[in-house]
Every structure is written in C-alpha cells, then in structure tokens.
C-alpha cells in the first residue's frame, strides 16, 4: 500500500507557549510563511528542502530545521520519498526565559543558522513529544529546555532585528496596519498605496523590505494566525473562515494546510481534546471540505 500523508499538530497544556507536531510528508509544499513562534523540526527520514534566506537549505536524517520568528520560509521533500520530522514551537517567551537562564546570549536570542547537524538534538526533541503523549509534565518539560539550551549554545546569539529606515518604514507599518484592521476587507495595492500617500510599487518594495513578504502574502497568513486563534478559543472552521476575510471554509483549508500543515478541523479537534491521532493530509494539501468539524 502506498504510503499516506499523515500529521498531527497539537499542544500540551504542562507545556505552556508550545506546539507540537508528527508529521510524514510526500507531496505537500508549504507556501512561503512566517510563524510567531521559533520552529525546530527533527528529521528522521527523507530530506526537507526550504528556500530561507536568500537560498535553499537542506534538512536531512539526524539534522534540524531552525526557523526564527516572523521569518519567511518555504519547505517541499527532495525527493519523492517525503519526509518525516517531529517539531517543536516554542514561543519567544519561552526561548528567552531558558537563554536567560542558562546561557550568556545578550539581548533577544535566536538560531544562527538555519541547518544544524546534530542526532542527539534531534532524540532529545522526539523525546519531548513523546513524553507530552504520554502526560508526562516532568520530562516533556525538562526535555524541551535541555534541547532549546543545546541547541543555543551550539547554534545561537543575539538574534538580529530587520532593519528599514526612511520613510519606507514608516509607510510599511501604516500599511500593516490598515491590513489588519480591515483583514476581512482589505483594500487593492492601488488604493492602500493612495491612501498612504505613495505609489504602488514603491509600498510593494517598503512592505517586503519590512516584513519578508508582498502584501498580498503577509495578508493570507496574517489570515491563518488569526485563524488559528480564533479555532484555539473554540470558534468553527467555518466561522473563522468568514472572520478573517476568507471566501469560505475550503478557502481557508487550502490555506491553513498549506501553512500550518494540518486542516483547521483537525487541528481544533485538538484543541478540544478530541482524538491523538494524526491525520491523514491528501495528496493535494486538503483533507477536509465543506462545513464545519
């Protein structure tokens, strides 16, 4: 039988701040998105390519994938195998909180390199949700906090803020702005442009220089986040769909697959302590249609 694309995406409440994923992926492509939290993911087979930076990088069995905050990045298999990896997302609070306390990096911490080579990181990593299957608090906790001080004293520092001067800056953040007020309804790059007093190519190059992404992009997964929230606190699909300016509910499963890897069913069924299994991804990034689950 043909291998299936299965994932799993959850959290733990002993281990606040944090999510949890298991996943084996053969044709799913994330689309170029950022997350709020860091994303250390732990190969264990197959090869995860992902365009970060200004480059493609390779995560191969017995390596991690390191991602900072708010940082743009893609992810497909090298090759037609897939890939499996388990992952863990801590938030910046938490990463701060264990740097603080175990190591000397000055200011906010972050991964210096988007690869690092290293099985016993990667052990350490599927240990922590393992433990977290089991409701063990103790070692899932312990775990995560051996593996994110390993991980910054072999591949950490003082994590480097993006920086835009001029008045591309400022145009970029009231362009944000706008975007997020009127997330259900946002205007065209024409008319946002006019609003804010410049041209359309010139807010299209300030809003990427700023945020790693067009506007049109950052829109969509500015849409998935709040999404995302908005399943947390036990809103439907199909609610949140409409809530954050999707079309309808499919609109937002092709989206919220492609980005957080699992349909936003499942990954509320979750959240309301439904089943711990994974679930099965199609071979087009949906597994769910239609009205709410």
């Given at each position: 039988?043909?291998?299936?694309?299965?994932?799993?995406?959850?959290?733990?409440?002993?281990?606040?701040?944090?999510?949890?994923?298991?996943?084996?992926y053969i044709h799913k492509t994330f689309l170029r998105h950022t997350h709020e939290t860091f994303v250390i993911a732990a190969i264990t087979e197959g090869v995860e390519v992902f365009h970060h930076g200004s480059g493609d990088q390779y995560a191969g069995p017995g390596s991690l994938a390191?991602?900072?905050?708010?940082?743009?990045?893609?992810?497909?298999?090298?090759?037609?195998?897939?890939?499996?990896?388990?992952?863990?997302?801590?938030?910046?609070?938490?990463?701060?909180?264990?740097?603080?306390?175990?190591?000397?990096?000055?200011?906010?911490?972050?991964?210096?390199?988007?690869?690092?080579?290293?099985?016993?990181?990667?052990?350490?990593?599927?240990?922590?949700?393992?433990?977290?299957?089991?409701?063990?608090?103790?070692?899932?906790?312990?775990?995560?906090?051996?593996?994110?001080?390993?991980?910054?004293?072999?591949?950490?520092?003082?994590?480097?803020?993006?920086?835009?001067?001029?008045?591309?800056?400022?145009?970029?953040?009231?362009?944000?702005?706008?975007?997020?007020?009127?997330?259900?309804?946002?205007?065209?790059?024409?008319?946002?442009?006019?609003?804010?007093?410049?041209?359309?190519?010139?807010?299209?190059?300030?809003?990427?220089?700023?945020?790693?992404?067009?506007?049109?992009?950052?829109?969509?997964?500015?849409?998935?986040?709040?999404?995302?929230?908005?399943?947390?606190?036990?809103?439907?699909?199909?609610?949140?769909?409409?809530?954050?300016?999707?079309?309808?509910?499919?609109?937002?499963?092709?989206?919220?697959?492609?980005?957080?890897?699992?349909?936003?069913?499942?990954?509320?069924?979750?959240?309301?302590?439904?089943?711990?299994?994974?679930?099965?991804?199609?071979?087009?990034?949906?597994?769910?249609?239609?009205?709410?689950?």
């Amino acid at each position: 039988m043909a291998a299936r694309e299965r994932a799993r995406h959850w959290n733990y409440a002993d281990l606040p701040g944090v999510d949890l994923l298991r996943a084996h992926y053969i044709h799913k492509t994330f689309l170029r998105h950022t997350h709020e939290t860091f994303v250390i993911a732990a190969i264990t087979e197959g090869v995860e390519v992902f365009h970060h930076g200004s480059g493609d990088q390779y995560a191969g069995p017995g390596s991690l994938a390191l991602v900072n905050p708010d940082t743009p990045h893609t992810g497909h298999a090298k090759d037609p195998e897939g890939w499996q990896y388990g992952a863990v997302y801590p938030s910046a609070d938490v990463v701060a909180a264990i740097a603080a306390e175990t190591t000397t990096i000055r200011g906010t911490p972050g991964f210096a390199a988007p690869v690092l080579d290293d099985p016993y990181t990667v052990r350490l990593v599927h240990q922590v949700l393992r433990a977290a299957d089991e409701g063990n608090a103790l070692a899932a906790d312990t775990l995560l906090r051996v593996a994110v001080t390993r991980l910054l004293r072999l591949n950490g520092g003082q994590l480097r803020q993006r920086q835009v001067r001029g008045a591309g800056a400022g145009i970029a953040a009231r362009a944000r702005a706008v975007l997020e007020g009127r997330m259900a309804d946002p205007p065209s790059l024409e008319r946002l442009a006019a609003d804010l007093g410049t041209g359309p190519f010139a807010l299209l190059r300030a809003f990427k220089d700023a945020y790693g992404l067009p506007p049109h992009t950052w829109l969509t997964d500015a849409r998935v986040r709040r999404a995302r929230h908005l399943l947390d606190a036990g809103t439907s699909p199909a609610e949140a769909a409409v809530a954050v300016g999707f079309s309808d509910q499919p609109h937002l499963n092709r989206h919220f697959t492609r980005i957080v890897g699992v349909p936003p069913g499942a990954y509320r069924r979750e959240r309301r302590g439904g089943s711990a299994g994974a679930a099965a991804i199609g071979a087009r990034g949906g597994a769910e249609r239609g009205g709410a689950r």
